[in-house]
């Protein structure tokens, strides 16, 4: 039997309300983000938000699990079913990052964040636990994995972590902050594959420490 027409609405509402929201975070900051401002993006009224977010602070949440901690969770699953080599694994999963931090509009969600965490710690806490934790989580899943298999160097896998991530953290910046002063788009494909390889060299096990 197909959904009513009204059910299939309903269910549709909420991807809405979160898709208009990020606009206007985008466009606004959080703070000067009303509930009314999603309401019109989104085409409904403020009373309507209430019904699936209890405040803005909810609906930042729930955009933040939505595009980042739903992917982290995705990439999460196929860390723990890989079975092949080590390297192989650390380039899937940095090039999965490498496509969501140059083409995700969800990239904006830092730089958000960082401009407005001193007023509003409790999202800052919030986005250390649900996705800078589980995200860090996982490469150094993978490093301590690979120095486990004797692929990669002894080194510790809070830092790799760190190392991995960081190049992702400079795209979404640049892509949020400066890219529209630049004179060409830059390749942050280019990036990617820069530092995929220079990694993937560092990290390997025939690579004496310093």
Not at 68 to 97: C, N
Request: hydrophobic share 45%; glycine share 8%; proline share 6%.
């Amino acid at each position: 039997m197909r959904p009513q027409r009204w059910q299939r609405r309903k269910d549709e509402r909420a991807p809405e309300i979160l898709g208009a929201a990020l606009t206007c975070f985008a466009e606004k900051g959080f703070a000067a983000t009303r509930m009314d401002d999603i309401a019109r993006r989104a085409g409904i009224t403020k009373g309507t938000i209430y019904l699936y977010f209890e405040s803005k602070e909810a609906v930042f949440q729930a955009l933040a699990r939505q595009e980042v901690a739903e992917r982290i969770a995705e990439i999460t699953a196929m860390v723990v079913a890989f079975e092949g080599p080590t390297p192989d694994l650390l380039r899937m999963v940095l090039t999965a990052g490498g496509t969501m931090a140059r083409t995700s509009d969800a990239a904006v969600l830092p730089k958000v964040l960082m401009a407005e965490s001193g007023t509003f710690p409790e999202l800052a806490e919030f986005w250390r636990r649900e996705i800078i934790d589980p995200g860090l989580g996982v490469f150094a899943r993978i490093i301590a994995r690979g120095q486990a298999r004797g692929e990669f160097r002894d080194m510790s896998p809070q830092h790799g972590a760190r190392l991995c991530v960081a190049p992702m953290m400079i795209i979404m910046f640049w892509r949020t902050v400066f890219g529209k002063f630049d004179d060409q788009p830059y390749d942050y494909q280019g990036l990617v594959d820069a530092h995929i390889e220079t990694l993937l060299r560092g990290l390997s096990a025939e690579n004496p420490k310093p």
